[in-house]
T-cell receptor
Framework: AQSVTQLDSQVPVFEEAPVELRCNYSSSVSVYLFWYVQYPNQGLQLLLKYLSGSTLVESINGFEAEFNKSQTSFHLRKPSVHISDTAEYFCAVSSHLNTGNQFYFGTGTSLTVIP | KAGVTQTPRYLIKTRGQQVTLSCSPISGHRSVSWYQQTPGQGLQFLFEYFSETQRNKGNFPGRFSGRQFSNSRSEMNVSTLELGDSALYLC???????????????FGSGTQLSVL
């Protein structure tokens, strides 16, 4: 079985400052890692994913995450945040199970960008 | 393409009642998953359906059940509601390939269930 830990439930940060949202996972098998974002009153949207290859993955809106196998981490970073980045961020893990899709999500980190 | 549609958007029920939630996946998506979202617990996996068959099930009691129809639409049922069932229930569809797995979930906006 897999599990995900998001160490920070709330992260306030000033506009244009850098931010890091932490995510650690545990698994006995190879995993795939994801960050999803949930804006107020909306469902979750995929932000970025790591399946294989380069351990550094990027999203179209400036976020990036690095897969670190030795530390079992997949932290999300952005060098300069905008007001519009205010949202709930979920880290998730999955494995290529024979029986289909099953994702394990963390408890979420609420990012609040302060003007 | 239309996104994942969940109905109703809000529900208020009392303890002991039962409830049925509906989810229409994106056209062509055959995998539908259900998640329960509560503050502090994050998203917890309920079950996944593919081609009308339940393929995966999370650690929820038997009061939580679901089904999928031939058009891939899915319903989730909760019987004998408890106060702790109050949550946002999210449905997600996935464009599963022939390998039976896909890495991307497309979520609906959810059904907010309040149990009084």
């Amino acid at each position: 079985a897999q599990s995900v830990t998001q160490l920070d439930s709330q992260v306030p940060v000033f506009e244009e400052a850098p931010v890091e949202l932490r995510c650690n996972y545990s698994s006995s098998v190879s995993v795939y890692l994801f960050w999803y974002v949930q804006y107020p009153n909306q469902g979750l949207q995929l932000l970025l994913k790591y399946l294989s290859g380069s351990t550094l993955v990027e999203s179209i809106n400036g976020f990036e995450a690095e897969f670190n196998k030795s530390q079992t981490s997949f932290h999300l970073r952005k060098p300069s945040v905008h007001i519009s980045d205010t949202a709930e961020y979920f880290c998730a893990v999955s494995s290529h199970l024979n029986t289909g899709n099953q994702f394990y999500f963390g408890t979420g980190t609420s990012l609040t960008v302060i003007p | 393409k239309a996104g994942v549609t969940q109905t109703p958007r809000y529900l208020i029920k009392t303890r002991g009642q039962q409830v049925t939630l509906s989810c229409s996946p994106i056209s062509g998506h055959r995998s539908v998953s259900w998640y329960q979202q509560t503050p502090g617990q994050g998203l917890q996996f309920l079950f996944e359906y593919f081609s009308e068959t339940q393929r995966n099930k999370g650690n929820f009691p038997g009061r939580f059940s679901g089904r999928q129809f031939s058009n891939s639409r899915s319903e989730m049922n909760v019987s004998t509601l408890e106060l702790g069932d109050s949550a946002l229930y999210l449905c997600a569809s996935s464009p599963v390939g022939t390998g039976g797995w896909d890495e991307k979930l497309f979520f609906g906006s959810g059904t907010q269930l309040s149990v009084l």
